[in-house]
């Protein structure tokens, strides 16, 4: 057996190893050993195998697929620049926990700082985004790897030879690792209640993204807490009928409490109040989460823990204050009297999606439309999206990954959003044969922009370069792909074919839009 050879089989027994089912490939030269000792074994060892030409967009297919079961999933690319593409996900799979595997051939070590062909310096080209970074020359450089927990993406550096015809194998040998150790649940309960020592008085609870095991324990937790609660629509707990009497439907309402203490459960949420945190220093912020960040730049307490544990928290009182649902009736209004609007459109969207499908919402807008005004009477507790480092590339990419071998799937993107990944349909086929519905919210540019107080005065001519305006439409992009395309301004019936593939551009009225923001303001 050839060196390279050797190597191949050392790291895809030790994927197996890691628990990796799925392996997206983006072939090349130099991984050639790699690819075809994969294809070679990939039955007995019970890979499932993807393929794109795209690492940047291969990697984000390889998050969702990762994102949706907590699963390691890998993704092989060949040597160079090719490698640099995966950073933009391993950025996001270590803010949001993926357990991502990312496999780069290289040229063997000598040639580091030649200038030769496709060698670059790619040993720990992640830095701090893979805590585990392994240099590859020989079997035995594998050891380390069962320091992973799967918390974060982990990169295999496997430094090859010239690859031949015979650096094939079609066994795989034993792993030379132990499987990775699953940490160990920190003392939850005995925090939580020294922080809750004063009762729920003050007391408000933000919850982001929850993993889905996350869900039941928190809703039982906050059940029995009392306080009132603001869900993120990725927490699966927007429209739960459970803490119906607790939930804060809209963000701006938040504010009304006499808040001293805030609890933050999954990830870091969306909403404006979160950001005010940062300059609300006499309020406590705690907050439990599967990774180490506080998502604050000021002091405040974090527990990190791997499940959120059953809580023995009965702490249960009358709220000095109601909760208020006044907002209600005046948005309905402005919807009304907008019916062109964003915001109309996604509410007549989130009332069209079946409450059993998968949503993907892509960043940034998509998010917070969602969360205003996605009706609570379908529920949809499959939402998901990529709030680690916030970012717009690879969404579309991310939301195939997910939406695989799903029945139904729906992504919902800005325009920008969707023009940043635009060969990710290339993935579309793999996916499975379920539908899949790619929306993308038209509104000419990065509107979401000139929103924020540091843009909003901005003269017009300045706004075209800081929202990138454009007056493009993706008609021919879904016929590029086989995908049957419609659109729709909010104006006429929402009606939809029964087409496995569809691309479903809306276009809203921008001074509507503009209108309805104002006054709900």
Not at 95 to 115: E, F, H, N, Q
Request: with cysteine.
């Amino acid at each position: 057996m050839t060196e390279n050879a050797q190597l191949a089989a050392s790291t895809l027994a030790n994927l197996v190893a890691l628990g990796v089912k799925k392996v997206v490939v983006c072939a090349g030269a130099r991984n050639a050993p790699i690819v075809a000792s994969l294809l070679s074994v990939r039955e007995k060892a019970g890979f499932e195998v993807f393929h794109h030409f795209d690492e940047r967009s291969a990697s984000f297919f390889a998050l969702g697929l990762a994102k949706r079961d907590w699963q390691p999933v890998a993704v092989i690319t060949t040597s160079g620049t090719a490698v640099a593409e995966l950073l933009p996900a391993a950025v996001e799979g270590y803010y949001s926990g993926i357990p991502l595997v990312l496999v780069t051939a290289d040229r063997p070590i000598r040639y580091r700082g030649s200038g030769a062909p496709q060698a670059i310096e790619q040993k720990e080209l992640f830095g701090p985004y893979t805590p585990i970074s392994l240099d590859l020359e020989r079997v035995w450089d594998l050891d380390d790897l069962g320091d992973w927990d799967g918390a974060s993406p982990v990169h295999l550096n496997v430094c090859l030879e010239e690859p031949r015809p015979d650096d094939v194998v079609t066994e795989l040998p034993e792993s030379v690792f132990s499987p990775p150790r699953t940490g160990e649940i920190k003392s939850v309960g005995d925090r939580l209640t020294d922080f809750l020592q004063d009762g729920n008085n003050g007391v408000v609870v933000l919850l982001g993204e929850l993993a889905p095991s996350w869900r039941a324990g928190v809703e039982s937790f906050l059940v029995n807490l009392g306080a009132p609660v603001w869900a993120e629509c990725t927490s699966g707990l927007r429209e739960s009928v459970a803490l119906g009497e607790f939930l804060v439907p809209f963000e701006q309402n938040v504010s009304q409490f006499d808040i001293r203490k805030v609890i933050r459960i999954g990830g870091v949420p969306s909403l404006r109040y979160w950001r005010d945190l940062e300059d609300a220093r006499d309020i406590r912020v705690l907050s439990i989460s599967r990774r180490p960040f506080s998502g604050l730049s000021r002091d405040s307490e974090l527990i990190v823990t791997d499940e959120f544990p059953e809580v023995a928290c009965s702490t249960h009182e009358i709220l000095d204050e109601r909760i208020d649902v006044s907002g209600g009736d005046r948005f309905e209004q402005l919807l009304e009297k907008y019916p062109t609007s964003e915001a109309a459109l996604v509410r007549k969207l989130g009332a069209t999606i079946p409450s059993d499908a998968l949503v993907f919402l892509g960043n940034s807008l998509p998010v917070r439309e969602w969360n205003l005004s996605a009706p609570y009477g379908r529920p949809h507790p499959r939402c998901f999206a990529s709030r680690g480092a916030n970012g717009i590339d690879g969404q579309v990419s991310t939301f195939l990954g997910l939406s695989h071998g799903e029945e139904e799937s729906w992504g919902i993107f800005g325009d920008l959003t969707t023009l940043y990944d635009l060969n990710a349909p290339a993935l579309l086929e793999q996916t499975g044969e379920g539908k899949r519905r790619i929306v993308v919210i038209n509104n000419g540019g990065g509107r979401i922009f000139s929103r924020l107080p540091s843009l909003s005065k901005l003269p017009e001519s300045h706004k075209e370069v800081t929202e990138n305006r454009h007056e493009r439409h993706l008609e021919d992009w879904a016929k590029m792909w086989g995908m049957e395309y419609v659109s729709w301004t909010g104006t006429e019936d929402f009606l939809l074919s029964d087409s496995k593939r569809i691309v479903l551009e809306l276009l809203p009225d921008i001074d509507a839009t503009e209108s309805f923001w104002s006054e709900w303001k």
